[in-house]
């Protein structure tokens, strides 16, 4: 079994990913939750977290971290996942009472790291202002991460601008100290996301018939998928989805490829754009491992499989 701690910003798709992720206590002991400014304002993501963590009856730890990225003014993603940030279902009020850790983000994951007497793995799937601040910080850490799993960026096409995917945008100098680290990293990008990993409506429609677990699942996708559609897709990506599953069964994805990847820190279009060096001659600087290819009717199988798997 993997110790994991999760920092994401739910956000729609971060909440199925974490909802798949505590599906498998048999893989994954999820040591910690943290949240970090990112789809909407921090102290809303926090509360999604809270409300979701209790509706799935989990006791892990949560913390909350940094509001705004590291250099830039935050950006969210409100017309994607509503205005609170996880539009479409009602959770009872009494599950924003779930205990909220007293440090800092940065700190809670420090000390969980410190206390492990075997390395960790990180999957992140929300602006990585957390993680590169505690990379940076307490740089003898390093040693205690297994493994970060990503969320973000794009060798292909972006989502907010035509090269920049959302979480690699909204913090690209935080992105750059996290490719850079050393540390393992493992990225889903929407080269995956959007283009492999996709559901399809029926399969989404499908979600509802899941148990009590598969309505909330559904109700709050019926959002989010709404809005996609709205914005001219066809299929539906759960991005983050992607990252959790390439830790819990990293077999369905068929294709990879280790890649120098720079990130764009100019204020334009290429601000967060995170692509490839594929000259033969950067291999000597590949940082990252790209996935590029996944078995989808499999991956979806087994995100299904979470969800029901509640039985509640
Ligand atoms: C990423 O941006 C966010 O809106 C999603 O939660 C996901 O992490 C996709 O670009
Ligand atoms: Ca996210």
Excluded: W
């Amino acid at each position: 079994m993997k110790k994991v701690i999760m920092d994401c910003d739910p956000g729609i798709d971060d909440a199925i990913a974490i909802t798949v992720l505590l599906a498998h206590p048999e893989i994954a002991d999820v040591i910690g939750v943290t949240t970090v400014g990112g789809n909407v304002a921090l102290n809303y993501v926090t509360q999604n977290a809270k409300k979701l963590l209790t509706f799935l009856g989990s006791h892990t730890e949560l913390a909350s971290g940094q509001a705004e990225p590291l250099v830039k003014e935050i950006e969210t993603a409100g017309e994607i996942h509503g205005k609170t940030g996880m539009e479409g279902y009602d959770f009872p009020k009494e599950s924003l009472d779930y205990p909220l850790a007293s440090e800092n983000a940065v700190t809670f994951i420090y000390n969980k790291l410190a206390e492990s007497d075997e390395p960790v793995d990180i999957i992140a799937t929300a602006p990585l202002t957390n993680i590169a601040l505690l990379l940076k910080t307490f740089p003898e850490i390093h040693e205690k991460i297994d493994h970060i799993y990503v969320m973000g960026g794009s060798t292909l096409q972006g989502n907010i601008t035509l090269a920049s995917e959302f979480n690699a945008y909204v913090d690209p100098e935080a992105a750059k100290i996290v490719f850079d680290s050393g540390v393992p990293v493992t990225l889903s990008g929407l080269n995956l996301t959007e283009n492999k990993a996709y559901m399809t409506m029926d399969e989404i429609k499908s979600i509802k018939d899941l148990g009590e677990v598969g309505v909330m699942a559904s109700s709050i996708l019926d959002f989010y998928a709404g809005a996609e559609l709205e914005k001219g897709m066809t299929k539906i990506p759960i991005h983050d989805a992607c990252a959790v599953i390439s830790m819990l069964k990293p077999e369905l994805f068929t294709k990879s490829e280790n890649y120098s990847i720079d990130v764009g820190l100019t204020n334009d279009q290429f601000r967060g754009m995170t692509y490839p060096d594929r000259r033969v001659y950067a291999e000597e600087h590949n940082n990252v491992k790209v996935l590029e290819d996944v078995d989808r009717e499999a991956f979806v199988k087994y995100l299904l499989d979470s969800i029901k798997s509640y039985d509640k």
